[in-house]
């Protein structure tokens, strides 16, 4: 199938790629149709959101394991079941990134991760409960902090 994107022209992608998003994403709810274009090396490992019948609209995502490795979801059963989760190893979570012009303050929305069951290629935005995840969440800060902390154990 061919796909007209905004930032990458026009792609060639598998129709078995496409996630539904029955509920769209908050703010775009008839965007439903997405794929996932892996980054270039140069922007690993962050990934786009590609909206399949909307070519202007992508998302920047992120695994937030990759600078949050204690971060947790929990959901509830209504919403295991919209994603049809069988197996918690076919779910990954991704985080919606905004890049502002300064980089160095890129942010991840770690309050509402995007969940998406890989089987049967759903996908959900949820909100999390959890207070201490931020809409905001600065992922430059928290590598250094991250850093930081493991440079004060080693001695």
Known sequence: MQLNTRHFGQLEIDEKNIIDFPEGLPGFENAQKFVLIAGSEEILPFQWLQCVNIAELAFVVVDPKFFKPDY?????????ESLEIKDVN???????????????????????????????????QVILENRDYKIKHYIFQELKQREDEVCAGSY
């Open 72 to 80: 947790i979801i929990d959901i509830n059963d209504d919403e295991v």
């Open 90 to 124: 076919s779910v990954i979570v991704l985080c919606i990134v905004v890049v502002p012009d300064d980089v160095s303050q890129i942010t991840a929305n770690l309050k509402a991760p995007l969940l998406i069951n890989t089987t049967v290629k759903r996908g959900k």
